[in-house]
Every structure is written in structure tokens, then in C-alpha cells.
């Protein structure tokens, strides 16, 4: 089984937020951020460091597999 730490969401997080700054009034956040923002979340309230990859949803997961291409070595 497959995992992303609480530290590599965290940085995917960041690398979408910084090719996609937030936008509008309402400061929405991109797509691939808003997917990764719930499980990020549901770790943080769990007090969880890892998650399995098949637990996300489609959108995460493509969000996540699209970073791990373009960032090799952060991948956990």
C-alpha cells in the first residue's frame, strides 16, 4: 500500500497554491489545493503523519501524482 505524509500534502499543498495563487474576494483556492486541503485537515484532527493513497479521492489523488512528477524527490 501506498502513502503520502502529513509533510508531503503539506508541500503539495504549497506548490499548487504557488502555481495557482488563491483568487477573488473569497480567496479560493485552486482546484488541485481545495482536494488536497480535506485530507490535509482530516490528518491534522487525527493527529495522523501518513495516509494511505487509496483513501483520496480521484482529484487528489491526480493532484498528487501530477507533484510527485514534477517534484521526484519529495515523495515519501
Same mark, same amino acid.
Given at each position: 500500500?501506498? #502513502? ?10 504549497? #506548490? ?23 485530507? #490535509? ?25 501530477? #507533484? ?9
Amino acid at each position: 500500500m501506498l #502513502y503520502i505524509s502529513i509533510q508531503e500534502l503539506e508541500a503539495a499543498i504549497n #506548490y499548487w497554491r504557488s502555481q495557482s495563487p488563491a483568487k477573488g474576494e473569497e480567496l479560493c483556492l485552486c482546484p488541485e489545493a481545495a482536494a488536497l486541503a480535506k485530507p #490535509y485537515a482530516l490528518m491534522i484532527v487525527q493527529g495522523s503523519q501518513r495516509m494511505p493513497l487509496d483513501v483520496l479521492d480521484e482529484v487528489s489523488r491526480a493532484a498528487i501524482r501530477q #507533484y510527485r512528477n514534477i517534484n521526484p524527490g519529495e515523495a515519501n
